[in-house]
């Protein structure tokens, strides 16, 4: 079976009207997997977004090339069944939600792919049952908070049964409590089995995805688990990133003598290791 | 006297119709001046709302909000003085950046006051050194040139060029990266210590709360449930919890320690004042270095 998605030597240059070219991407090669949490992180214009765009065809190679489950994104009879398999949610619920009942809205793409209505009816309560909004299937989504739209922009995607959701900053414009939503309803969908590309400038939320991709001036800069990735706070403030507090601070006791291990990036991790290590001292193990 | 109080501030929008929202709930409120307060609390609490009061963009459905001691709902308030006293920036201002050069974006708010054009480039000049700008690097470009932080900061010095005594920002860095979330609260710092200016923002992000604010006001529903010292609010982990909010990732650390039975202290705000507290506490003196 090839790779769910496949990066070769991918080139992204855009031509604004008038203005010089623009390389968003210059030579990307990557491999997603089936199964994968994966974030990607990189400051602002690093080529994030546009990267995501060519995982389900909405921006097709300059040069190089972008295979769906082995399908080619360029290949324009390809296209409805690479949608299918990818689906996309972006960084303002407002702009994407169609309908004006929660139902109708993740409704609308099942309806398009004109199955039964049976089967459509199936579709939309299985999505709105896995992100938690089945009981808010006759709202108005415009009257919903900005972590429920999320979710029922989830769920619309979902009903397409896609095998992998990108989520294009779909955090950024939440508060605490949507954002808490949406990465637990993710970190779900992964567990049960949905490849899931969640784009994000919180490096908090990066750190809970299997898998950490950096990227900077629009190349890959790091690839690896958040633990490796996040270990690295000096490469870190080079590529526009800034480590959670909660590593700098491990950072500054490692540096200070304390064997606390590489990688600790939340308060729980942390936490466990200084416990620990108390443990440990005051059983006369360590000065 | 206060630089901006409202008392029993009621805003109510399509009142009388089916859609009818109440979105602020009898909120009393004094900012004086020289304060740096974030406000924070879920969305829909009211935030934006409360803010657009401060100068006159919206008007209260009942109750007052006064200025600098002058009743916003008089009509014989100037709004005009008042909108150039307190300067608001909007979410996402970068998106109202329209002319074709930085300057002439930064000079449109001076120009429609009517002052002469030396006075207008003297403002310019001084509003982008204020946000960490520089008139001849930047001035002549076009401000979609810049990257999204220098174009935020570029809006923000539109408002500054209308001399305001306060800064009022909605979410000012949200949808920057790390670095540029870093480099706008730099410049805040800066306009409220070395300009004195009174700034009041809006904020999702507990950690830029802890190391920005002096005072932390919350809003739940319209209404004003918590208003105190950053460390004092952030000691009632249960009550934001119930709000939908949460606290800095390091006190959330400290409460974590102290449940494993490591007595630290809980109120701390930045990464140095949370390794102090746990070198203390469990006395990991220089030996340990």
Redesign the interface.
């Known amino acids: 079976m090839p790779p769910l998605i496949e990066v070769r030597n991918l080139r992204h240059v855009y031509h604004p009207g008038g203005a010089p070219p623009v390389v968003a991407l210059d030579g990307v090669s990557l491999t997603i997997d089936r199964g994968e949490l994966v974030a990607i992180v990189?400051?602002?214009?690093?080529g994030k977004s546009t990267l995501a765009k060519h995982f389900n065809a909405l921006l097709l190679p300059t040069e190089g090339e972008v295979r769906v489950d082995g399908l080619d994104t360029r290949d324009r009879s390809a296209l409805w069944e690479i949608r299918r398999r990818v689906g996309m949610v972006f960084?303002n619920p407002d702009n994407q939600l169609v309908a004006t009942v929660v139902e109708e809205d993740v409704a609308f793409g099942p309806e398009n792919l004109g199955l039964p209505p049976e089967e459509i009816a199936a579709r939309v309560e299985e999505a709105l049952r896995i992100v938690e909004m089945a009981e808010y299937r006759h709202h108005q989504p415009h009257l919903l908070?900005?972590?429920q739209k999320q979710r029922v922009a989830i769920a619309g995607v979902l009903a397409m049964r896609p095998q992998c959701l990108v989520l294009d900053?779909a955090t950024?414009?939440?508060?605490?409590?949507?954002?808490r939503e949406v990465l637990d309803t993710i970190t779900r969908l992964n567990r049960d089995g949905v490849t899931v590309v969640h784009i994000t400038?919180v490096?908090?939320e990066a750190a809970r995805c299997h898998r950490v991709i950096v990227l900077a001036d629009g190349r890959v800069a790091l690839d690896g688990p958040p633990a490796e990735v996040f270990a690295r706070v000096e490469d870190l403030?080079a590529l526009?990133?800034?480590p959670?507090?909660?590593a700098?601070?491990a950072d500054?006791?490692r540096r200070?003598?304390?064997p606390l291990p590489a990688g600790l990036l939340?308060?729980?991790q942390?936490?466990?290791a200084?416990?620990r290590l108390?443990a440990d001292?005051t059983a006369k193990r360590w000065? | 006297m206060a630089l901006i109080e409202c008392a029993d501030l009621t805003h109510v929008y399509l009142k009388g119709t089916p859609l009818e929202t109440v979105a602020l709930r009898g909120v009393s409120l004094s900012i004086e001046a020289g304060e740096l307060v974030a406000l924070i609390g879920p969305t829909g609490s009211g935030k934006s709302t409360l803010v657009q009061h401060f100068n006159a963009l919206l008007r209260p459905t009942e109750g007052t909000v006064r200025v600098a001691g002058v009743d916003l709902s008089d009509p014989r308030a100037d709004l005009r003085a008042v909108r150039r006293q307190v300067g608001l920036v909007f979410q996402y201002p970068e998106h109202q950046l329209f002319e074709e050069t930085v300057a002439d974006d930064v000079a449109y708010g001076p120009r429609n006051l009517g002052l002469s054009d030396d006075e207008v480039r003297r403002r310019v000049r001084e509003a982008l050194r204020m946000v960490g700008l520089d008139v001849e690097r930047v001035g002549p470009r076009s401000p979609f040139s810049l990257s999204g932080g220098e174009m935020r900061r570029v809006a923000i010095a539109g408002v500054l060029a209308m001399g305001p005594q306060v800064l009022a920002l909605d979410e000012p860095t949200a949808g920057l990266d790390p670095l540029g979330k870093e480099e706008i609260l730099e410049q805040i710092r800066r306009l409220h210590a070395d300009h004195g200016l009174t700034v009041i923002f809006i904020s999702h992000n507990m950690d830029e709360v802890a190391r920005m604010a002096r005072r932390v006001v919350v809003l739940s529903r319209g209404q004003v449930v918590m208003d105190g010292p950053v460390r004092e609010v952030f000691r009632h982990a249960g009550r934001l919890s119930q709000v939908g909010l949460g606290v800095p990732s390091l006190v959330d650390l400290m409460q974590r320690l102290r449940r494993r039975g490591l007595p630290v202290r809980e109120d701390v705000l930045t990464v140095d004042e949370a390794h102090a507290a746990i070198r203390e506490a469990l006395g990991w003196s220089s030996s340990a270095t």
């Open positions: 990189g400051g602002n214009g690093s960084q908070s900005g972590g900053e950024t414009m939440l508060d605490p409590q949507g954002q400038h490096m908090e403030a526009r990133l800034v959670p507090p909660v700098a601070l500054r006791l200070d003598g304390l939340d308060a729980d942390l936490a466990d200084l416990a108390e001292r000065p």
